[in-house]
């Protein structure tokens, strides 16, 4: 069994990837664009600000696109098939590329409301994913 | 304004079969295809003056030496440059663009593009997957949650159907399409007829994208001749003129584009038409990049020639068919002809030419005078829309 791929940590990145241990979800903020930023970056990607903040995310959203692999997954993730690669939207207005988990993966679809959940990968990383939001109605 | 405009043109192609050849070298590959456009063009070898390979994904070592200078050895040539353009699956479009530009400008006389690669038979099958697992895929962000490009493909046609409502059978046809071209194709990997029922029942690799939806990574060689449009008209009766060209980057990280169902196409395309003061109505061929089907259906809305959602219908009801309408991707596409890695574009531009030359015997267009091509690298990043013609508008 092929060991999974570790995602490369650079210094800026790191409070994403401490926090992700944590099990939050950190977004970056850049104040003079008012923005919100995913994936982490080392300046603000419109206005090149180095004073970025890290603001936590409520870690909700919609799928957007989809797929299901069931077939030709790549070494390390043959032993997950089938499993969900979606591009999730969060309430805050990034996108970022996710699975979907803890759920039927023939109920997934685009406009699913999804909430995030945390899966340890090593003592360092701990992956944000998504699964469907459990009780609709109790949110605001 | 000064553009790029009619101001070169290709005047020799060569390719060599792509398949599985796991006896012939990737420089024999590129020996013969740069041989053949050569000889195509009908210049002395002596006459150019720069040599432009891309990049080889097989082998490190085999790609050092087309950077340094392997080619111009092996054929004898005396030239003034050597060197790389590399821009993945868009290369073709790229080579294409520097080429106008160094002619234009008198850098360079006659330039030959040269491809080869050994994909088919240097790596295995779930090697090809690993490859394609991590190149070109954000290794923070996108390589962790197993994405490699069925998935990628996977993920746009899911949404492309979402929002338009294209059927599973649209999707297929456009693979038979590319198949009824590729069974008039010697050059083709695949040429066995394909029905969308046996597309329908091949097994699913990242829904809703089907096995027979996926290009097949295969060995192969293209090479073609660039020259000045003044030169080109002393060299042979019908040269592919370039006509208008147009592109956009949209993305690296694919979570990142916000519109996964029309990328940056329609800029690219809006100002190919203006270079070259044509109109989709104009275009009798449209060469289109494929690797896999969504993309052609998408770049023939974004490129004007369907409404948007149409597409499918389009390709279905055999519009772009052998006698349809208009012709696509008349070489068969990676999904029939091979996936040679930088080459799938390669092979689609050199066919663009062909058909505008005259030279594509059993698969001859009737009506060949403006062909649009596209090209595209990495996960989709870039959109490239290039236009040729046999006469300049
Ligand atoms: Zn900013």
Redesign the interface.
């Known amino acids: 069994m092929t060991e999974?791929?570790?995602?490369?940590?650079d210094p800026w990145?790191k409070p994403y990837w401490d926090a992700a241990r944590e099990h939050k979800l950190l977004l970056q903020f850049c104040p003079r664009c008012s923005k919100h930023i995913f994936?982490p970056r080392r300046y603000c990607p419109d206005c090149n600000s180095d004073q970025l903040e890290w603001v936590e995310s409520a870690g909700v959203g919609k799928v957007?696109?989809?797929?299901?692999?069931?077939?030709?997954?790549?070494?390390?993730?043959i032993g997950?098939i089938p499993?969900v690669?979606?591009?999730v939207r969060l309430d805050e207005g990034v996108?970022?590329?996710?699975?979907i988990v803890d759920c039927d993966l023939d109920l997934v679809q685009?406009g699913m409301p999804v909430e995030v959940v945390f899966e340890k990968?090593t003592d360092e990383?701990t992956?944000p994913?998504f699964r469907p939001v459990s009780d609709q109605a109790g949110r605001s | 304004m000064n553009t790029l405009k009619g101001k070169v043109a290709i005047v020799g192609i060569g390719e060599v079969p792509t398949g599985r050849y796991p006896e012939r070298s990737a420089i024999e590959c590129a020996i013969l295809a740069a041989q053949q456009a050569i000889q195509d063009a009908g210049i002395s070898k002596q006459e150019i003056d720069t040599v432009i390979p891309t990049a080889a994904l097989c082998n490190a070592a085999f790609n050092t030496d087309l950077v340094t200078g392997r080619i111009v050895e092996e054929l004898g040539l005396h030239v003034n440059n050597n060197l790389q353009i590399f821009a993945g699956g868009a290369t073709s479009a790229v080579m294409l663009k520097v080429a106008a530009g160094l002619i234009a400008t008198g850098t360079s006389k006659a330039i030959l593009f040269v491809h080869a690669d050994k994909l088919g038979t240097s790596i295995t099958d779930q090697e090809g997957i690993d490859l394609f697992s991590t190149a070109g895929i954000s290794k923070e962000w996108e390589v962790p949650y197993g994405m490699h490009y069925s998935t990628v493909a996977g993920l746009i046609t899911q949404r492309y159907m979402f929002e338009t409502g294209t059927s599973a059978e649209q999707l297929a046809a456009v693979c038979v399409s590319n198949r009824k071209w590729a069974e008039l194709n010697p050059n083709a990997m695949f040429r066995k007829p394909l029905t969308i029922e046996s597309v329908l029942n091949s097994k699913i690799l990242s829904w809703p994208l089907h096995a027979f939806e996926s290009n097949m990574l295969a060995d192969g060689g293209a090479a073609f001749v660039v020259v000045s449009a003044e030169r080109a008209r002393d060299l042979c009766e019908c040269p592919a003129y370039l006509l208008g060209e147009g592109s956009r980057v949209t993305h690296f990280a694919l979570s990142q584009d916000a519109d996964l169902t029309r990328f940056g196409y329609a800029q690219a395309a809006a100002e190919a038409y203006q270079m070259a003061g044509l109109t989709p109505t104009d275009i009798d061929l449209a060469e289109l990049y494929d690797s896999y089907p969504i993309f052609q259906l998408i770049a023939l809305e974004e490129l004007g020639l369907c409404q948007r959602g149409q597409a499918g219908a389009f390709v279905l009801n055999g519009s772009t068919w052998p006698g349809g309408r208009l012709p696509m991707t008349t070489n068969g596409g990676m999904l029939s002809q091979g996936h040679t890695g930088a080459g799938g574009g390669i092979a689609i531009l050199v066919e663009a030419a062909r058909q505008l030359m005259g030279k594509a015997g059993e698969r001859q267009a009737p009506r060949a005078r403006f062909a649009i091509e596209t090209a595209t690298g990495g996960t989709y990043v870039d959109a490239h829309v290039t236009i040729l013609g046999t006469e300049i508008p």
């Open positions: 999974k791929p570790i995602p490369p940590v990145t994936y957007y696109a989809f797929t299901v692999v069931r077939n030709n997954a790549p070494s390390a993730f997950d499993y690669v979606a591009v996108q970022m590329m996710t699975n685009s990968l990383i992956l994913k």
